[in-house]
């Protein structure tokens, strides 16, 4: 529940508060976020370190103007932030550059800059071209992902790590229906191929 002290600071956004919703896991929500974003103080650029790449919030607003669907933007704990386990299950990360004496900023100030970028983009009067894979379907890729993986026997203690850079390189490319159907294909072409050359059911 929304504590009575947000109702008093929220002023004209109290009606944001009112329709709040609260789940009990963040997987609950993966299949309905057509964009999933999560907000991280600790970034980089090196290529293999993937799972800390992250946009800055402009980069972010001109990224969200290719997207038609629910975009949600996941902002971590005041005194830790996001755990890794929550930042594995994001497509997208975004940070907001700050000084290096002081790389952290609390949240609230976090959240204004994020949204002020996101919304100085004006990313609702774009009309999209292309029909964009839902948060559903890019969860079905991702499960097929994963049965590939297991199906040409990829090792296992590389196995989360490679499933977070695909999850991350789909975030990235933003895939079109078709690009998924046809991704889906040769994932289920390939697995389906391996299981009948290998005797196994399925």
């Keep these: 529940p929304v504590a009575d002290d947000a109702y008093k600071r929220a002023k004209h956004g109290r009606s944001i508060l009112e329709n709040a919703r ?38 972010l607003a001109a990224k969200l103007q290719q997207v038609d669907g629910l975009v949600y933007i996941l902002l971590g704990r005041e005194d ?30 976090a959240a204004t800059i994020l949204f002020y970028e996101v919304c100085k983009g004006d990313a609702s009067s774009v009309v999209p071209e292309r029909r964009l894979a839902s948060g559903y379907e890019k969860e079905r890729l991702y499960n ?4 590939l993986l297991t199906d040409v026997r990829y090792p296992q203690h590389k196995r989360r ?3 977070v850079m695909f999850r991350r390189l789909m975030g990235r490319a933003t895939p079109t229906k078709w690009e998924f159907y046809a991704l889906m294909g040769v994932i289920r072409g390939a697995s389906k191929t391996i299981r009948r050359l290998s005797g196994s059911p399925g």
């Design 22 to 59: 609260t789940v009990k896991s963040l997987s609950d929500i993966l299949p309905e976020a057509d964009l999933l974003v999560a907000t991280t103080g600790i970034a980089t650029k090196s290529e293999k370190a993937f799972h800390r790449q992250a946009l800055t919030p402009w980069e």
């Design 161 to 163: 790590r490679t499933e």
């Design 80 to 109: 830790y932030g996001l755990y890794n386990e929550e930042l594995e299950m994001a497509d997208v990360l975004v940070n907001v550059p700050c000084s290096p004496d002081h790389p952290i900023m609390n949240v609230s100030h």
């Design 144 to 147: 097929a992902f994963g049965e």
